[in-house]
């Protein structure tokens, strides 16, 4: 069923630091786990993606963390500035069913 | 420069009265979704083309029909709006099946009255 009113995970931090979202993924069978941005207003936003055969990936600025062993993906965002103000994403897919599946979302809060 | 474009940005429309929403795109990608978006909520796929071959989930409702008269166009036609089909309606693009990397519009937010 539908969840109404769904209470979204809401993480704070001071300007400057650094910030570390967490997400739980179901399917180990999944070919790539990706972060997705997105800011008030709107469309999601690719930031990163991992293959499920690496277990660490560095972009700018952020860097991507994946233990299989307990199915658990972080993203890791350096020197966190205003503009990082937003719900974070994770994603995984399944290329052979080109199944995108979505987890839960993390709103980051960025306070000066 | 915008490469998944929706119109309008927001949209109102009257309990059971149809609505169309459009999306277009200029990366001439094969595969083009839509998703609805309820507030707090992960995205939820409705359907996707890949190129003119029409894909359905399982759970999306009969009053939501989709057409793709060509690569760069799509639209979302919802024939008889229900206050629960208040949402963001976002399109997206990627090149192929498969791949991890979506482009998304702005969304259009649909209010039902």
């Known amino acids: 069923g539908e969840s109404v009113g769904l209470h979204l995970p809401t993480l704070s931090v001071q300007e400057g630091d650094n910030s570390i979202i967490n997400c739980a993924y179901s399917?180990?069978?999944?070919?790539?786990f990706i972060w997705y941005k997105q800011e008030s207003g709107k469309g999601p936003q690719f930031i990163i993606d991992i293959r499920s055969n690496m277990d660490k990936r560095q972009g700018q600025r952020v860097t991507v963390l994946l233990n299989k062993t307990v199915k658990h993906l972080s993203l890791q965002i350096a020197a966190t500035q205003p503009g990082d103000s937003a719900v974070y994403f994770c994603?995984?897919?399944?290329?052979?069913?080109?199944?995108?599946?979505w987890g839960a979302g993390t709103k980051l809060i960025i306070k000066p | 420069d915008a490469m998944v474009i929706q119109n309008p940005r927001y949209q109102v429309t009257q309990f059971g009265k149809p609505v169309t929403l459009s999306c277009s795109q200029t990366?001439?990608?094969?595969?083009m979704y839509w998703y609805q978006q309820k507030s707090s909520q992960a995205p939820k796929l409705l359907f996707h083309y890949y190129d003119k071959d029409f894909n359905n989930e399982a759970d999306t409702p009969d009053n939501f029909q989709s057409r793709r008269p060509n690569t760069s166009f799509c639209f979302l036609d919802i024939r008889s709006p229900g206050l629960g089909d208040a949402a963001m309606y976002l399109c997206?693009?990627?090149?192929?099946?498969?791949?991890?990397?979506?482009?998304f519009g702005s969304g259009t937010q649909l209010s039902v009255l």
């Open positions: 994603a995984e897919i399944r290329r052979s069913n080109y199944q995108l599946i």
């Open positions: 399917n180990s069978a999944s070919d790539y």
């Open positions: 997206a693009t990627t090149r192929d099946r498969g791949e991890e990397k979506l482009f």
């Open positions: 990366l001439n990608h094969n595969v």
